[in-house]
Every structure is written in C-alpha cells, then in structure tokens.
C-alpha cells in the first residue's frame, strides 16, 4: 500500500488568500505591510529560496525589501542592519536569511531582530516565549509542520511523536509546538543510539537532519505519519527530501518533497507579517 500524500499545495493556498485580504485591508488602512530579507550569502539554493518568498510576497500585496549585504559583510554589518529595520517603522518583518558569512552566526545576531517583528521566530526571545507557551511568532517552518498535520486532521494527542533534527530553526521549536499539543516527544539527533529502533516507536515522525534519503523503510512502522522537512539539491536540479522514497511503501502517510513542507512555509511567513503589521499598527 502507499502512503497518503500529506499535499501542502492546498493549504498554502488557503493561507495565502487570507494574507491577500488582510494585506489589502491594511495597505488601504495608510499601514501597506512590508517584509525584509536580510541576506549575506552567494549560496544558491539560498538565494534561490529567497526570490521565492519575494515573488509570493508580491502576489500577496506584500512589499518585500531583499536587503543584499553580500557574502563578505560582517557581523557587525549584519548587526547594524537589522538594528536599522527593527528601528524602521515601515518594517513589519525582518528575516535573516542563512547561510552566514565566517564569523557570523544566527543564534548571535537574530537577538538584534525585534521580537514583534522576528516572523521567522529566530530571536532567542521569541524561541523562550514559544518553550513558556507565551504568545511569539514560532519559526514558520516548525509551525508548517503543526498546520500540515491539523490540514490533514492527524490527531496528536496522547500519541508518540519523534522528531529527528534538533536545530534551533526546525526540530526544537516543532518538539515544543508537538508538547503543547499533548503528544509524547522524542528527539534524536546524529549521536542517538539505534535511531532506527527509535523511529519505528513513532505514530509521527518528523524528519529535519538535512541529509537527503537519510530515513529509509528500516526506520518507520507500518501506517506512521511521516512528515519530511528536508529540501536538499537533487542530482536532476530539482530538490529531495530527507525520507527516501521506499518509505512511501511502509508508512500511512507522507508529505511530498517538493509540495508538502515548503508552500506552507512560505505562507505562514507572509501571515506573520501581516499578522505582525496589524499589531504594530495598533501601537
């Protein structure tokens, strides 16, 4: 039998067209919502992933400023910069794109992002406030996860959930979101012992470790939810995912890499942008 396909193409859809009616509705209040890239890399796929959140922001009535520092800025550059935007009150968004340059690392400059702007959730103060179940923007690619899983009505509660990945961006804040919701979270990482006999506990497995094929049929239990974060270069030019395909064989459901993740990502960025123009609006 093979696996569901957990499609994020619809919900994107859904989310995109609430953010189009609220961009609209603010752009004629005098507050036209406005999104800003910080970017300090020639990394390909980087940039390539960063004209895509450009090109939906323009669909969604969104300005979106890709602030270009190069790949040889500094820190300090990168410091001051999204010191600036924080400062700007045209600004509703600030996202600071990875890879960094040598020296510089996200984990120290993302403090300098105002919380009420951070719509990728990548300040430290907006990662406690998600870990206190305080309202934060939780970083959009862990929230996509939570919303695929809610689109698709897989229930949470009570059931074991395992995450492989412990970053910061993906796997932390997806355990946190999953906790809130009454599931059982386990997260493994690249020194868990006999990750497979791990993963084959899971009734959901979320996998972000960035290795394309890495979760194979060995590691899943007939009928789990099986949602697939990755989005690695394929040798075709087109992008893979972490779960390799023979998995779709065993587990009941699986997203699909391209379509499943990333769409509601992307769409979940541009509603906390909206979202977050609303309330700085109102101060």
Known sequence: ?????????????????RVKETADALTAAGTPPKLAVVVA???????????????????????????????????????????TLSADDTVHGIILQTPLPEGATAADLAGTIDPA?????????????????????????????????DHHDVPLAGRHAVVIGRSTVVGVPAAQLLLARDATVSVCHSRTADLPGMTRQADVLVVAVGRAGMVTAGHVAPGTVVIDVGTNPAEDG?????????VS????????????????????????????????SQR
């Open 117 to 149: 702007k951070d719509v990728d959730g990548a300040n430290p103060a907006s990662l406690g406030r998600l870990a206190a179940r305080l309202p934060a923007f939780a970083p959009a690619t862990a929230e996509a996860v939570m919303a695929l899983l």
């Open 249 to 280: 064989e065993v587990a009941g459901a699986l997203t699909p890499v391209p379509g499943g993740v990333g769409p509601v990502t992307t769409a979940l960025l541009l509603g906390h942008t909206v979202d977050a123009a609303s309330l700085l």
């Open 238 to 246: 087109g992008l893979a995912g972490d779960v390799a395909a023979e």
């Open 41 to 83: 890399t020639d990394d390909g796929s980087s940039l390539w992933y960063v004209r895509s959140i450009a090109k939906a922001a323009a669909k969604s009535g969104i300005e979106c400023d890709v602030v270009d520092l190069g790949a040889d800025t500094t820190a300090e550059e990168i410091r001051r910069t999204l010191g």
């Open 1 to 17: 039998m093979t696996a569901i396909s957990l499609s994020g193409k619809e919900l994107a859809a859904s989310i995109r067209a």
